[in-house]
């Protein structure tokens, strides 16, 4: 992507060369009010300019306006509103500098990839309700919260513009009954222009219709003529048909016609829970591709201002960073790229310089290994966080796979195996990821451990073609299965683990089911729990459909409701921790039909806080118990001798990890490419001891099928997990 592409056009005759100490560098747009430049610091800080036009600047109103915008900007402090930096609102051309954010509009993410899964409006709805939050307890209001004015940085969404925000106390911002604002995301009281008091509540229902476009593809009012669009928005039903059920409820109340009938942000950011951020971000793999795109046509731009300046005219500081081409070299556009997909990732345009990162793209070119030297495999894994039980089985596994591929006497080559640990932290994960792929001894990455690790890092891998085999994660693909080209999945996505529940459910004789949506499993548990719900063979179950806020302590409540509408059968998406305390809840009742939990409850941890009423439970997961599977008998005795310990879950999945990949590293020379193992790891399969591993052309996925289900059940007696085998997808024990 070329600075062009990023909207970035060089300065004309009647463009500043700067404006205030900023270096302009190219216009990012242009419109009514004047110009958008992308600009320099003396110090290397990137902003965005945005300068009036001289004829606006003449009237005293206009300047007024301006001056209440910088005002109002600088009176918000939010990780997620975009800050300024900068302003002259007294100068002959009135200007404003904020932080620059290379990451597409909304409106554009929408129109060119479709509408955000549902990972995506979690994280946009609450990123905005925070940001309005700390906006209202400014005491102003946005008055213009829309598609266009949110910018999706890598790590969640930016607001911008306060060109018509306004204190509390403004019930108009112009005195003649001219409406101001954008048509379909304007509140009924903004519409009617004199139709009511103007406050927080407005910019709730301007963000019920900005998840409304988000979650759907449109706005909820249409796109006809903003005279339309005003009527509509006072007097008709928003049409809420393409919102996806589980936003729709949420919507709605967003966008009630009488402001006191709206939810406060403050209930907002309850229901939906704090912003996570991440360097990964949660946007679908398209969109994530875009801003590292971005990214890396913003460096290009600076690079090449660096190259073609005078530099007689350069007044930048002592403390600006030498530009790649002071050396007198070309600046290679590789490079450049390889810089963007890291920004893409986590790496910040932070200030007091641009922080380039010093690391090539190795890709589908890397040179052959000499055998004697070893061929490298990492295992990136949380070691030390809160994921570090399954991360170290992980590691361990994969560490005994490496040991008895170098003993062999026949080996063709040895295996080096790499561990890197992220801690849990996405922001790690990224940076570990960049390492790895700029080390072209590293052929293939195992891991990471957790989903938003997953995410921070995977964008990188697919950057450099360096195939990442996961084993513990889910929701990566099922929001965005070809979103990542490199990245081979080895568990089952949500949608094929919860086809093991029906069977059992019919085989148990349950006719009255109660399914509960816990929120604090976040992705996991809403694909797990609507597949249940829309599953043709359980159309004869009367469901009862319930949603746990993230945070719930007192499951007290929902057990009640649910024995009153006379479940006989309970599946609880959630984790172990909140699925123990509502075991308990269930125990403490008396309920004693069936109650099922899928992967994150299989958890030693579920034992010790459930207790005794663990008992009984039946878990669902992608993970064998190696010392349980006959055919991963003599896995398991070799894993005792080696560590003194059984193998835990996930050990016998890395260790049949490894040996997929060394299989594909003994092909051939193609192999010893990254770009060459990764095709034959896609179109191979692999007999393992936990599954076969075969994947589906295209997405990289694990084909499932009756002999290969790739999921397992556990039932629970006398506190501990008891292996059943496969789980059957059909109507049988496995």
């Known amino acids: 992507m070329t600075p062009t592409a990023l909207g970035l056009t060089p300065l004309g005759p009647g463009d500043p060369p700067r404006v205030g100490d900023y270096r302009l560098l190219g216009r990012l747009g242009s419109g009514g009010m004047g110009a958008v430049y992308l600009g320099r610091s003396p110090g290397g800080t990137l902003v965005a300019c945005k300068v009036i036009r001289p004829e606006l600047a003449d009237q005293r109103e206009f300047r007024v306006r301006f001056a209440r915008e910088v005002r109002a900007a600088r009176r918000v402090d939010s990780p997620w509103v975009v800050p300024v930096r900068d302003a002259e609102p007294d100068a002959a051309s009135p200007w404003l500098a904020s932080s620059f954010e290379p990451g597409p509009t909304l409106s554009q993410a929408v129109r060119e990839f479709g509408p955000l899964p549902t990972r995506g409006v979690l994280a946009l709805g609450r990123g905005l309700a925070e940001a309005l939050a700390v906006i209202h307890e400014a005491g102003l209001v946005h008055r213009d919260v829309k598609p ?11 607001l911008i513009d306060f060109g018509i925000a306004r204190s509390v106390e403004d019930s108009v911002l112009t005195s003649d009954g001219r409406i101001v604002g954008t048509p379909g995301f304007l509140a009924p009281e903004q519409a009617a222009a004199r139709g009511g008091p103007i406050g927080p509540a407005t910019d709730v229902f301007a963000l019920g219709c900005v998840l409304a476009y988000a979650s759907g593809g449109r ?54 829970g704090r912003p996570s951020g991440g360097a990964g971000g949660p946007w679908p793999g398209p969109v994530t591709r875009l801003v590292a795109e971005r990214s890396a046509a913003v460096l290009e731009a600076v690079a090449l201002e660096a190259v073609t300046r005078e530099p007689a005219t350069d007044s930048l500081g002592p403390d600006r960073p030498v530009p790649p081409a002071a050396t007198g070299k070309a600046v290679s556009r590789r490079r450049l790229l390889a810089v963007g997909a890291v920004a893409g990732a986590g790496a910040a345009l932070a200030a007091g310089g641009l922080a380039l990162w010093a690391a090539g793209r190795p890709g589908g070119r890397t040179p052959p290994p000499d055998s004697a030297s070893g061929r490298s495999v990492a295992v990136h894994a949380d070691l030390s966080g809160p994921g570090q039980r399954v991360g170290a089985a992980q590691e361990s596994g994969a560490r005994l796979a490496v040991e008895e591929l170098n003993a062999r006497a026949d080996a063709p080559f040895t295996v080096e195996l790499v561990v890197r640990d992220d801690g849990g932290d996405p922001a790690e994960a990224a940076r570990i990821a960049v390492e790895l792929a700029a080390d072209s001894s590293v052929l293939a990455v195992i891991g990471p451990t957790a989903e938003d690790t997953a995410l921070a890092a995977a964008a990188t891998y697919d950057e450099a073609v360096l195939p990442m085999v996961t084993l513990s994660v889910n929701s990566l693909f099922s929001e965005a299965p070809v979103a990542y080209a490199s990245s081979l999945h080895t568990q089952p996505v949500e949608g094929e683990q919860a086809a093991a529940f029906p069977p059992f459910l019919l085989a148990e004789g349950a006719t009255v089911l109660g399914v509960v949506d816990d929120r604090a499993a976040d992705l996991y548990s809403a694909l797990v729990t609507r597949s249940v719900l829309e599953s043709p063979a359980l159309a004869g179950l009367r469901m009862v459909p319930r949603v746990v806020d993230a945070g719930t302590e007192d499951f007290g409540p929902l057990v009640a409701e649910l024995l009153a509408e006379g479940v006989d059968a309970v599946l609880y998406g959630g984790r172990f921790d909140s699925a123990a305390v509502f075991a308990r809840e269930l125990d403490r009742a008396g309920f004693e039909g069936v109650r099922m939990a899928g992967a994150p409850v299989l958890d030693p941890r579920f034992l010790t806080e459930a207790g005794a009423a663990a008992d009984g439970w039946t878990l669902v997961a992608p993970v064998i118990d190696a010392t349980a599977k006959p055919e991963a008998r003599a896995f398991a005795t070799a894993y005792r001798e080696r560590y003194a310990a059984d193998p835990p879950y996930y050990a016998a999945e890395a260790y049949d990890a490894v040996m997929l990949i060394a299989r594909g590293l003994g092909t051939g020379t193609a192999a010893a490419t990254r770009a060459g193992l990764l095709t034959l790891l896609r179109e191979g399969s692999y007999q393992g001891i936990a599954k076969t591993l075969v994947f589906a052309p295209g997405d990289g996925t694990l084909q499932v099928s009756e002999a290969n289900p790739g999921t397992y059940r556990y039932r629970v007696e006398d506190g501990a997990f008891h292996y059943l085998g496969p789980a059957d997808r059909g109507g049988g024990d496995g």
């Open 219 to 272: 706005p909820p009012f249409g796109t006809e003529g903003p005279d339309i669009l005003l009527h509509r928005t006072v007097y008709d039903p928003p049409d809420l048909d393409d919102v996806p059920a589980e936003f729709r409820p949420l919507v709605a109340v967003c966008l009630a016609k009488e402001p006191t009938r709206r939810p406060t942000v403050a209930d907002l950011v309850r229901t939906l």
């Open 148 to 158: 266009g004015n949110v910018l999706l940085a890598h790590d969640g969404p930016r």
